[in-house]
């Protein structure tokens, strides 16, 4: 539960000499123009001019010395890397794109990786024309923005008629209609769910936690046990409803009185609408400003996504009662690929490499996702298992799985979300600068 | 290979301590060779050389601690497979030469740190990073060839370890596609190099099993005393160590150009096994001293063989003398005593160069302390030097009813990277 501002401070104080690698292949392609050259031996650097225009810079690198070597380009501080080409085997050219700023760097190479640096030669970089990729990133950056707002505002007003059509089963004791519709509202939250979890009334974060509480959380901050009656009179919101709807008859969880039931689900409604309102722009949050994303909201967003998978659905906890983690899964992975939809183009144009790395990653992840699915209701939504029955679980706020029981599903979901987080985790600095 | 390097750390020079590391380089000629340097502290490293005809952490003289992990290769490309493995040398020549993944540590704020920084500013501490590839990269269950590399398969690979008897392998703690082994002087050094190689791997392999251990239970070095294992016994005495000359170490560890025509690319190279072994601590000390002395073939106290009339006067070097007889004319090294079982000259010679560590993970849900030796040999061909003496061992020897064997790997050790080499096993994607 992380809250959208840590990435914006970041942002706010980022430097803007933050460079991005475009095109490191070991294959040598042609040189364009205003491509320098650089010539590596084992015990010289040297690069064909000490200054270039700003915009992209093309470097080929040939190593003709007999080790293995780097390149790198070192901030005005000559610490800093902005832009680095490691093992660069004898006898191969690779190239080195990066957009440079007006500044003074240096160059140098380090054979072996390690040990000191050789060749270390002041780069300077002077004002060039205004570059257009500046000028198409910026307007990238503008549009993701823009359209990234637009799916939140979607997805919370989808969210708020399939709440009610939810809640008005629920409150009128039709079980089985809430126990289909639960899972199915829940994927429009759940696809916005790092934005969502910002917002409040009297607090940032106030609404998350109305709405999406689990009862280990309340349990935990009260110093009491779940089923602790006091605990349960505290607890509301979606969780509160599962608990009731999926726990075995004569358990703590099960709500009997009417009454109670529709004064959860009117609460549940009126949350889900003051959401609504604040993002649609209807009234202002805790801080009293209006509903805005930033393109750091939008990257931070896609990886907090993953990260919500990783800690709750793939272990199991998030759905406790009624084991549908899957449906969470596929919509924070929807919400993610959204996300990163978003800033993509951007990432294309700085580092298609890392583009092609997360897309790829992405097809693994949803096609491992795919294989789960049983089925498509009639309304082309998706059916899952009871994630009970194929991941080791916890059930009903129990005992979490003993570490070595996870099942190979699990495994391979962990893999996949690891794998295209670790890519995630580096398009910030690709596309905030 | 086996090249030490005592210098004044650069990361000293960069970072806050850069005067004291100055101030300390005059006295820092001879071999820093301890624990935990924290940071801040005087920074003399030890480092040992990555680059060598053969990959370093084999004749290296046993460093005190061991992480140890195999790798599920997830990805399904030959050139995703080597980028990683590119990756995982430069990572691993930068960590034992005691810098950050990634070089500097000065780094982009929006991008998460490359190096994760645990070992900032730690002495590497003879950190070395030896990797290994098992069958398993080779071929599948199935037996379909993964990434072309399947006609290069060593024969050893592809015969695989044999089934001994009282076998209790648990498959998730065996095999895997590729082995790193990680030895050095500081903990800590040791986990930050696995932490780092699994991350980079994300994507494309993911950890399959990683054991820790703490004391090394051989000796790689004639400067280095022999250590106890955890029945309380010095073994391992008669190891292959670095002095031994190049013949005999190319008789019995390193694999011969000719050895093995289609693995031409493993020529210089060896074969690392594993086993995990379970030692029941608490059943063992129960046994008279006089057992333990007979089950062993040793003095526990002194280590001297029990052919040995008076073992105060003697130590573990003494070679065994097997027909000597006791004062009640049965041998005075019992028939079914271990050091007799795999004692070299009741193995037609056949040496190896045993690497192992003691390890303990907690303790199992009977109370127990789940603790025990986590074997590690380097052989020319196991098929000659291991299987026979291991299948003798649980035949015959004393120590087999207090042992248990949990998990066994085979993986086949690349030449090393020699000075130009990207990664080590390079020839077997040439």
């Keep these: 539960m992380t809250p959208i501002t840590r990435l914006s401070t970041l942002a706010v104080g980022a430097v803007a000499l933050t460079l991005a690698v475009a095109g490191c292949t070991d294959n040598a392609t042609p040189a364009g123009a205003g491509t320098l050259n650089v010539t590596i031996t084992d015990t010289t650097c040297q690069v064909s001019a000490a200054q270039a225009p700003s915009g992209t810079v093309n470097f080929e690198v040939k190593n003709t010395g007999t080790v293995a070597n780097e390149f790198e380009i070192l901030a005005a501080d000559k610490l800093r890397i902005v832009v680095e080409k490691e093992n660069i085997g004898p006898g191969t050219t690779v190239q080195v794109t990066t957009a440079m700023a007006e500044g003074t760097y240096y160059t140098a190479c380090k054979p072996n990786m390690v040990g000191d640096l050789v060749g270390v030669t002041e780069f300077k970089v002077t004002p060039g024309a205004q570059v257009q990729v500046s000028d198409d990133v910026k307007q990238l950056q503008d549009k993701a923005v823009d359209s990234y707002t637009d799916y939140i505002k979607d997805q919370a007003g989808a969210l708020l008629t399939n709440t009610q059509k939810f809640a008005q089963a629920y409150a009128a004791g039709d079980t089985e209609t809430a126990k289909r519709l639960y899972p199915l509202a829940r994927m429009y939250f759940e696809r916005i769910e790092p934005t969502a979890e910002a917002f409040g009334i009297s607090e940032p974060g106030d609404l998350d936690a109305a709405l999406d509480r689990r009862i280990q959380d309340v349990a935990l901050e009260a110093n009491a046990q779940v089923t602790d009656p006091a605990v349960l009179a505290q607890w509301h919101g979606w969780h509160r409803m599962e608990a009731d709807l999926f726990s075995a008859a004569g358990s703590a969880y099960k709500i009997t009185d009417p009454a109670a039931r529709q004064a959860e689900a009117d609460q549940l409604v009126t949350n889900t609408q003051t959401l609504y309102d604040l993002v649609s722009g209807k009234r202002t949050g805790a801080d009293g400003k209006p509903f805005a994303v930033t393109l750091a909201d939008i990257n931070h967003g896609a990886g907090a996504l993953m990260e919500e998978v990783a800690k709750g659905k793939i272990v199991g906890e998030e759905e406790t009662f009624s084991h549908t983690d899957l449906y969470d899964f596929q919509a924070n992975l929807e919400g993610a690929q959204v996300a990163y939809g978003n800033v993509q183009d951007i990432v294309k144009k700085k580092d298609p490499s890392l583009d092609t790395e997360i897309t790829q990653r992405f097809a693994t992840i949803a096609a491992l996702l795919q294989k789960q699915q049983t089925g498509t209701a009639a309304d082309g939504s998706p059916t899952y298992p009871d994630y009970s029955t194929i991941a080791a679980v916890q059930k009903e706020a129990g005992e979490v799985p003993n570490e070595a029981a996870y099942t190979p599903v699990q495994r391979e979901f962990s893999d996949g979300v690891n794998a295209v987080s670790e890519s995630l985790s580096k398009v910030a600095a690709v596309v905030l600068n | ?430």
């Design chain 2, 1 to 430: 290979m086996g090249e030490t390097k005592h210098a004044v750390s650069r990361r000293g020079l960069l970072g806050a301590g850069g005067l004291l590391a100055l101030g300390g380089a005059a006295g820092a000629t001879a071999g820093y060779f301890g624990g935990t340097s924290a940071a801040g502290a005087e920074h003399r490293v030890h480092a040992e050389a990555y680059r060598g005809a053969t990959q370093a952490g084999i004749i290296t003289p046993a460093q005190d601690q061991l992480v140890m992990a195999a790798f599920n290769v997830t990805t399904t490309k030959r050139d995703e497979l080597q980028a990683l493995l590119r990756e995982w040398s430069t990572a691993a020549e930068q960590m034992t030469g005691g810098e950050l993944v990634g070089g500097e540590p000065e780094e982009n704020p929006l991008a998460p740190p490359r190096d994760t920084g645990e070992a900032w500013g730690y002495d590497p501490a003879g950190l070395t990073i030896t990797f290994g590839y098992g069958a398993s990269l080779f071929v599948d269950a199935q037996g379909t060839d993964r990434f072309g590399l399947k006609d290069r398969m060593p024969a050893v690979l592809a015969a695989g370890v044999p089934k001994f008897p009282k076998d209790a392998l648990q498959a998730d703690k065996s095999d895997g596609d590729i082995v790193v082994q990680i030895c050095g002087n500081d903990a800590q050094v040791c986990v930050h190099a696995l932490h780092n190689l699994a991350r980079i791997g994300f994507g494309r392999a993911a950890l399959r099993w990683s054991q820790v251990g703490y004391g090394r239970t051989s000796s790689t070095s004639k400067s280095q005393d022999t250590p106890r294992n955890l029945f309380g016994y010095k073994d391992g005495t008669n190891n292959i160590k670095s002095e031994d000359s190049a013949d005999e170490l190319a008789r019995h560890l390193w694999v011969q150009s000719g050895d093995d025509p289609a693995a031409e690319w493993l020529a210089g190279g060896t074969f690392l096994v594993a086993r995990r072994i379970r030692m029941l601590l608490e059943i063992w000390d129960r046994q008279t001293l006089a057992d333990q002395n007979d089950f062993m073939g040793r003095s526990k106290r002194y280590g001297a063989p029990l052919s040995v009339a008076n073992p105060r006067n003697a130590d573990e070097f003494v070679t065994p003398d097997f027909a000597a007889v006791g004062p009640d004319r049965q041998p005075a090294i019992p028939d079914n005593a271990h050091i007799r079982i795999v004692h070299p000259s009741m193995n037609n010679g056949v040496r190896m160069l045993r690497r192992g560590y003691n390890y303990t993970d907690g303790n199992d849900s009977l109370g127990r302390l789940s603790a025990g030796l986590f074997f590690i040999a380097f052989v020319r061909d196991p098929r000659t030097q291991f299987y026979p003496v291991l299948l003798k061992m649980t035949k015959h020897d004393a120590l087999t009813e207090y042992l248990q064997h949990q998990a066994s790997g085979l993986y086949a050790v690349p030449p090393g990277v020699g000075r130009t080499g990207r990664f080590p096993g390079e020839a077997l994607f040439g």
